[in-house]
C-alpha cells in the first residue's frame, strides 16, 4: 500500500471523522494495493475508477447528495417496515426450526434476512436478491481468493451493477413506484437531474451497503451468543436487554474495518505530525476496542452501557442506514431468544478476507428450539 498513518484509539478516530474540512474522503477512501491503485488510476483518471458513491465526497457535495434519501432513513419511515421486519425474522427461525439442529447459520438465516429487506425497500423483484448477493459479495469480496472475479479490485463487478440498476432506473423514471429505487432514479440537485453515474453509484451502495454489513453483524453475533451461553442465556432471562445486546453485537462485528481520510493542511494527531496531503487510516475495529473507551473491550457483554462504539462511523459520514439496521437485528433477535433454548458452535468460523468490510462466510451451529418450535 502507499504511505498511511494507522489511527488506532477511539478518541482520534472521532476526532478525524469530526473536522471534515481538515480531513477529506474524496483522494483516497480505502486501502487498495499499489499496484491495483496505480492500474484502476490509469484506466480511469482516479483511485475510485468508474464509481462516485456518498462516500468518496466531501462537504456540500456529501450534504446535498446525503439529504436526498436521509428522510427515507428516518424511523418515522422505517416504522412502517417494522411489522415486515418482524414477520420475516420470524419466517427465518421457522426455517431455522426446520433444518433439523444444526446449519451454517451466515449461509441459512444471516445472508437472506436483511438481503430480501433491502430489495424489498428498493423495490427490486425478490427473484433478482441471489444476483445481487452475488455482485454484492464480488463486489466487496475482491481480496478474497474464492469471492473475487478478477484481478479489477470490483471494478469490473460495478460496471455490471451499473448495467443492471441502468434497467431498473428507466423503469422508475418511466414510472416511479413507492420505493427507494424510485427515489434515487428521479433525484434532483439544484434543479438538475442526478448525473447518471452518480444515480448508479448510489443505487450500487443501497443495494449492496444496505444487506452486507448487516448480515455480517447477525453471523458474528450469533458467533458470539454460541460462543457466550452464559450471555445468551442473561438475554433469554430479560428481553429487554435486545437493544443493549444489539449494540454489543454492532462494537463486536465492525463490518466496517475502516476508511481512509486526507490532511488538507499540515495537521496533528496524537501528537503525531501529520504533512498536508497524508492519508490517515481510521481503524474502526480498533477504535471498538479501545480499553480507553470501554472495560473489559475483548469481553462480550449483551448488558454492556455505555457502548459509545464507532462500528457506524461517526460525524458527517455515520451509516445513513443505521436505523434499519438495528431495527433488523433487533428484530431477528428477538425471535431467536423466545423461539431458541440452546445454541453451540459446531465447527471453526470461516471469515471473509478483506481488509475493508465484510464477516463471516460459514458459521455452523448447533442449536436446540424451544418446546412447541
Given at each position: 500500500?502507499?504511505?498511511?498513518?494507522?489511527?488506532?484509539?477511539?478518541?482520534?478516530?472521532?476526532?478525524?471523522e469530526?473536522?471534515?474540512?481538515?480531513?477529506?474522503?474524496?483522494?483516497?477512501?480505502?486501502?487498495i494495493?499499489?499496484?491495483?491503485?496505480?492500474a484502476?488510476?490509469?484506466?480511469?483518471?482516479?483511485?475510485?475508477?468508474?464509481?462516485?458513491?456518498?462516500?468518496?465526497?466531501?462537504?456540500?457535495?456529501?450534504?446535498d447528495?446525503?439529504?436526498?434519501?436521509?428522510?427515507?432513513?428516518?424511523?418515522?419511515?422505517?416504522e412502517?417496515?417494522?411489522?415486515?421486519?418482524?414477520?420475516?425474522a420470524?419466517?427465518y427461525?421457522?426455517?431455522?426450526?426446520?433444518?433439523?439442529?444444526?446449519?451454517?447459520?451466515?449461509?441459512?438465516?444471516?445472508?437472506?434476512?436483511?438481503l430480501?429487506?433491502?430489495?424489498?425497500?428498493?423495490?427490486?423483484?425478490?427473484?433478482?436478491?441471489?444476483?445481487?448477493?452475488?455482485?454484492?459479495?464480488?463486489?466487496?469480496g475482491?481480496?478474497?481468493?474464492?469471492?473475487?472475479?478478477?484481478?479489477?479490485?470490483?471494478?469490473?463487478?460495478?460496471?455490471?451493477?451499473?448495467?443492471?440498476?441502468?434497467?431498473?432506473?428507466?423503469?422508475?423514471?418511466?414510472?416511479?413506484?413507492?420505493?427507494?429505487?424510485?427515489?434515487?432514479?428521479?433525484?434532483?440537485?439544484?434543479?438538475?437531474?442526478?448525473?447518471?453515474?452518480?444515480?448508479?453509484?448510489?443505487?450500487?451502495?443501497?443495494?449492496?451497503?444496505?444487506?452486507d454489513?448487516?448480515?455480517?453483524?447477525?453471523?458474528?453475533?450469533?458467533?458470539?451468543?454460541?460462543?457466550?451461553?452464559?450471555?445468551?442465556?442473561?438475554?433469554?432471562?430479560?428481553?429487554?436487554?435486545?437493544?443493549?445486546?444489539?449494540?454489543?453485537?454492532?462494537?463486536?462485528?465492525?463490518?466496517?474495518?475502516?476508511?481512509?481520510?486526507?490532511?488538507?493542511?499540515?495537521?496533528?494527531?496524537?501528537?503525531?505530525?501529520?504533512?498536508?496531503?497524508?492519508?490517515?487510516?481510521?481503524?474502526?475495529?480498533?477504535?471498538?476496542r479501545d480499553?480507553?473507551?470501554?472495560?473489559?473491550?475483548?469481553?462480550?457483554?449483551?448488558?454492556?452501557?455505555?457502548?459509545?462504539?464507532?462500528?457506524?462511523?461517526?460525524?458527517?459520514?455515520?451509516?445513513?442506514?443505521?436505523?434499519?439496521?438495528?431495527?433488523?437485528?433487533?428484530?431477528?433477535?428477538?425471535?431467536?431468544?423466545?423461539?431458541?433454548?440452546?445454541?453451540e458452535?459446531?465447527?471453526?468460523?470461516?471469515?471473509?478476507?478483506?481488509?475493508?468490510?465484510?464477516?463471516?462466510?460459514?458459521?455452523?451451529?448447533?442449536?436446540?428450539?424451544?418446546?412447541?418450535?
Open positions: 500500500y502507499r504511505p498511511f498513518w494507522a489511527v488506532l484509539r477511539q478518541a482520534e478516530i472521532k476526532t478525524v469530526r473536522d471534515n474540512k481538515t480531513w477529506i474522503a474524496e483522494p483516497r477512501q480505502t486501502l494495493p499499489r499496484d491495483i491503485e496505480d484502476i488510476i490509469a484506466q480511469w483518471g482516479k483511485r475510485t475508477g468508474p464509481v462516485r458513491t456518498l462516500l468518496d465526497m466531501d462537504g456540500t457535495d456529501h450534504r447528495h446525503r439529504n436526498l434519501t436521509q428522510s427515507w432513513f428516518h424511523s418515522r419511515f422505517l412502517s417496515l417494522r411489522e415486515r421486519m418482524g414477520v420475516l420470524s419466517e427461525v421457522d426455517k431455522l426450526a426446520s433444518l433439523g439442529g444444526e446449519c451454517d447459520f451466515v449461509e441459512e438465516i444471516a445472508v437472506p434476512y436483511p430480501i429487506m433491502i430489495t424489498t425497500i428498493l423495490g427490486l423483484p425478490d427473484s433478482d436478491a441471489p444476483f445481487v448477493l452475488r455482485l454484492t459479495q464480488e463486489l466487496f475482491a481480496q478474497d481468493p474464492e469471492r473475487q472475479r478478477s484481478g479489477q479490485y470490483g471494478q469490473d463487478v460495478a460496471m455490471e451493477f451499473f448495467g443492471y440498476l441502468s434497467g431498473i432506473v428507466a423503469q422508475r423514471r418511466q414510472a416511479p413506484q413507492e420505493d427507494l429505487m424510485s427515489v434515487v432514479a428521479n433525484a434532483t440537485l439544484h434543479g438538475e437531474p442526478l448525473p447518471d453515474i452518480d444515480t448508479l453509484s448510489y443505487g450500487m451502495l443501497l443495494a449492496a451497503a444496505g444487506h454489513t448487516t448480515s455480517s453483524s447477525v453471523g458474528i453475533g450469533m458467533m458470539q451468543l454460541a460462543s457466550n451461553p452464559a450471555e445468551f442465556a442473561k438475554l433469554k432471562a430479560d428481553p429487554s436487554l435486545i437493544p443493549s445486546a444489539a449494540q454489543e453485537i454492532f462494537r463486536w462485528a465492525t463490518p466496517v474495518r475502516h476508511f481512509l481520510r486526507t490532511a488538507t493542511v499540515d495537521t496533528e494527531l496524537g501528537g503525531q505530525a501529520i504533512k498536508a496531503g497524508e492519508s490517515v487510516c481510521l481503524m474502526y475495529l480498533s477504535g471498538n480499553d480507553d473507551a470501554f472495560d473489559d473491550p475483548d469481553v462480550f457483554r449483551v448488558d454492556r452501557s455505555p457502548n459509545r462504539h464507532v462500528a457506524f462511523g461517526y460525524g458527517a459520514h455515520h451509516c445513513l442506514g443505521r436505523i434499519l439496521a438495528e431495527m433488523e437485528v433487533e428484530a431477528l433477535l428477538a425471535e431467536i431468544v423466545a423461539r431458541v433454548d440452546s445454541i458452535l459446531a465447527g471453526p468460523p470461516s471469515w471473509v478476507k478483506t481488509n475493508h468490510t465484510g464477516g463471516l462466510k460459514h458459521l455452523q451451529i448447533r442449536y436446540r428450539m424451544a418446546a412447541g418450535n
